[in-house]
């Protein structure tokens, strides 16, 4: 929304949510404190906030106002009742439906911009239909266009995303509602890359398009572990099909697996969406991207216990990154999560170290408050072999590698790419380990500092 007010300085944006906080924080003088870390965004708000764009609480005033109106509400994997684990759960979207419903004046364009289940249009449609009103005497007058417009914007190029699309998708079937919407984005996105699909036919795409993403990585993740074993290097692999055009170079890095709001959500769905139309083959078949995914998470940490002898209890292990991916401080779904709380089941000491993660946020996630009093500085001692996995939040590489028996790559930040290893490894408990998960270290710096090396996908180490 700030992109859009950024490019059309005559539309008036308002965001609203209920979340007071939130907002107060979306209005804050101070642009580093905006509830989202995206590189860029602090220099549009900055741009359209005052001008034309504003951030409320005041959500049916706004409703009431509005030409057009973007459901942008999460739709989380429900976690209980019909289709728990696996179905969205729409009580937000249906929610704010509701209230649309109720509040809207004249007519009204309900933009579905969170990615939804196929058909969900249907329930939107249904509850706004139930709301119109007819011009006549006395009564003032409703009615209500229903579009789907899903958003294919990525975590950490948010902002690049928006301003260069590789594609706009635009699902309807009343044509002034959608090319009202077309002309938004035709204010700065090329005519041809806005497309114009049914309404099924776009909510579908947003699930299909994260579901190929996936299943990518899943495919590149499985070639990894057959490259450890057979000698071959999966970047190499990577480079070499993807230089076959028709698979293209993109999303054919191997990591720790994929993580992030979308694709596991998203696929889950899918696997939903296909079973409940009685599609079992299909839903098998898609399923089992997110189970290659919790395989390769579980296959690291693994691997970290058998090549530290087969026993972590009380070691240092250093972990570099626990946000999902480089650039952004969000952590839902990142592959740190499974594997830092398999190597505390087996009792590692770990320091996690990441750039932009609250602290904070690693305890809710990893469901254990840090630890009051680390060992920070020397070689642990056997008060720390009691069983009980612990962690603390590490300021630093040297705070986090001090005592260490390995370092653990998780995130792809820029900076774990040239560490100075022969200032590192003096420091570690020897026989040291690294283990990179992203591919990202000089393999011949790690082994001249002295230290052993695991790579993802790499048969020759
Ligand atoms: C994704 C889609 O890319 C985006 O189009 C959609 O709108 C939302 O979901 P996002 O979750 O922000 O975006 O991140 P993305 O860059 O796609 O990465 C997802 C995960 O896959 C990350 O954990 C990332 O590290 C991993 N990944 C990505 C790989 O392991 N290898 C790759 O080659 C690419």
């Not at 579009?147 to 706009?168: C, H, K, Y």
């Not at 635009?170 to 806005?194: C, F, H, M, Q, R």
């Not at 694709?263 to 991207?289: C, M, T």
Request: a negative charge.
């Amino acid at each position: 929304m700030a992109v859009i007010a950024d490019h059309c300085p005559q539309i008036q944006v308002t965001v609203v949510d209920l979340n007071e906080e939130r907002i107060s924080a979306w209005n804050n003088e101070d642009l580093t404190k905006l509830p989202v870390y995206e590189p860029g965004l602090d220099a549009v708000v900055a741009r359209a906030r005052n001008r034309n764009l504003r951030f409320s609480t005041d959500v049916n005033d706004a409703i009431s106002s509005a030409d057009m109106i973007f459901i942008s509400v999460n739709t989380p994997t429900k976690t209980k009742g019909l289709g728990s684990g696996q179905a969205s759960d729409l009580r937000w979207v249906e929610a704010c439906a509701r209230q649309v419903a109720k509040y809207a004046k004249g007519h009204t364009i309900v933009v579905e911009k969170s990615t939804l289940p196929v058909r969900t249009a249907e329930t939107v449609q249904a509850i706004l239909q139930a709301a119109e009103q007819p011009p006549l005497d006395g009564i003032v007058p409703r009615s209500f266009v229903v579009l789907s417009n899903p958003e294919f914007l990525a975590e950490g190029t948010a902002i690049q995303d928006l301003e260069a699309p590789d594609r706009v998708l635009i699902g309807g079937e009343d044509t002034n509602a959608i090319e009202s919407l077309a002309k938004i984005y035709g204010v700065w996105v090329p005519p041809e890359k806005i497309l114009r699909t049914n309404l099924w036919s776009s909510e579908l795409s947003k699930l299909i398009a994260n579901a190929f993403l996936a299943q990518r990585i899943s495919s590149i993740n499985s070639v990894a572990a057959l490259c450890e074993v057979t000698g071959a290097d999966v970047r190499e692999v990577s480079k070499a099909i993807g230089a076959d055009s028709r698979i293209g170079t993109k999303f054919l890095n191997s990591g720790p697996g994929f993580g992030g709001s979308c694709f596991k959500k998203d696929i889950l769905n899918l696997v939903y969406l296909s079973r409940h139309f009685g599609l079992p083959e299909v839903a098998d078949y898609w399923q089992h991207v997110v189970t290659v995914n919790t395989w390769q998470q579980n296959r690291i940490a693994r691997l970290v216990v058998k090549n530290l002898f087969g026993n972590i209890t009380g070691k240092k292990i250093a972990l570099f990154g626990f946000a999902f991916k480089a650039n952004t401080n969000d952590t839902r779904e990142a592959p740190a999560i499974r594997i830092a709380n398999d190597l505390l089941e087996e009792g590692a000491q770990l320091a996690i170290y990441d750039p932009k993660v609250d602290p904070k946020q690693i305890s809710i996630d990893l469901q254990l408050p840090a630890s009051s009093n680390p060992e920070k500085t020397s070689i642990p001692t056997n008060t720390s072999l009691t069983g009980e996995g612990t962690w603390w939040p590490a300021n630093s590489i040297n705070e986090a590698t001090k005592g260490s028996d390995a370092i653990l790559i998780l995130t792809e930040w820029e900076h774990f790419e040239d560490l100075n290893w022969k200032e590192i490894a003096p420091h570690m408990r020897q026989p040291a380990w690294v283990f990179d998960s992203r591919g990202v270290v000089n393999p011949s710096e790690v082994r001249s500092a002295g230290l052993r090396l695991w790579r993802v996908g790499d048969g020759a180490t």
